[in-house]
């Protein structure tokens, strides 16, 4: 059951960074990129997760992968929101 419940996360993580990929290449802005990075990292993240048994989630390694996914949503965000200087000002 719970190799079941995880291959369904990893496949929705999955499945929702290929929409944002798939509106990066329809938009061209890097904030697209920056999510489906994320959520395909995050949807490698659960399947490695998943077929290592002897791994246990407390590992430094989970923590760093959580820790870049996260991070490229936060540095999306905030390139997004970023102030840009005006052509002119």
């Known amino acids: 059951m719970d190799l079941m419940l995880a291959g369904a996360g990893a496949m929705g993580s999955i499945v929702i960074g290929l929409f944002f990929l798939r509106f990066w290449r329809s938009s061209g802005d890097r904030f697209f990129l920056y999510f489906a990075l994320s959520f395909l990292i995050e949807g490698g993240h659960r399947i ?9 989630e407390d590992s430094p390694f989970h923590f760093l992968l959580r820790l870049l996914s996260y991070c490229l949503i936060l540095w999306a965000i905030v390139a997004k929101n970023w102030r840009r200087s005006e052509p002119g000002k």
Do not use: I, N, R, V
């Not at 998943?50 to 246990?56: A, F, I, K």
């Open 48 to 56: 490695y997760a998943s077929l290592t048994p002897g791994m246990s």
